[in-house]
């Protein structure tokens, strides 16, 4: 509610939290006291609190990882502030649903990187938006997209990536078909099927 961007997955609190309301109703002071790790694993997680935007990149680069941003909501204002702020333009990927936001994003910050997410059967409105849009890559829900939808991103020239893929044949699958990268809650199982 006070502007500040932090990570968090749901749009409501119920699910990780435990109780009622809105993520984006709250001010920072109170959500960073919230417990979102009581639910997850067997307790393990217990007492972790929800990041700023700024100490999740932080943490992401100093690990030697490159943070692959999803904007859920706030404002492209918001991003390219703490982005610029943090001269961190050349070393994030801003991905989003909201093909507006990255439009609005990329001609703020020209040289950022930036993935437009799509999901249902492609068509040709999406595609001319994507035309006009321009992102570095596109990433696609992967039981949506047809061998024919990736041929015709790739014949646009968009490097293309399937989300979320947690089954090894379905990675193994596009893979063989030329899918450019594969997002999945399962890294470390992957790593040896795709080097």
Request: glycine share 10%.
């Amino acid at each position: 509610a006070d502007g500040v961007l932090c990570l968090f997955h749901d749009d409501y609190l119920r699910r990780i939290v435990g109780r009622d309301g809105r993520i984006e109703d709250m001010k920072w002071d109170e959500v960073r006291t919230l417990d979102v790790g009581r639910w997850f694993g067997e307790g393990e997680f217990a007492g972790e609190t929800p990041m700023t935007l700024a100490a999740a990149i932080e943490l992401c680069l100093e690990g030697g990882g490159t943070p692959l941003i999803e904007q859920k909501s706030g404002s492209p204002e918001r991003y390219a502030l703490v982005l610029e702020r943090n001269e961190w333009l050349d070393r994030v990927v801003v991905q989003s649903f909201d093909w507006g936001f990255l439009k609005e994003l990329s001609e703020r910050l020209p040289n950022l990187v930036i993935g437009a997410l799509g999901k249902r059967s492609l068509d040709g409105r999406q595609m001319a938006r994507l035309r006009r849009l321009i992102p570095d890559w596109v990433g696609w829900k992967h039981s949506d997209l047809s061998e024919t939808g990736l041929e015709v991103l790739h014949k646009a020239r968009f490097q293309v990536a399937i989300w979320t893929v947690n089954d090894l044949s379905a990675a193994r699958k596009w893979s063989g078909r030329g899918v450019d990268g594969i997002i999945t809650d399962r890294p470390d199982d992957f790593v040896s099927l795709l080097e």
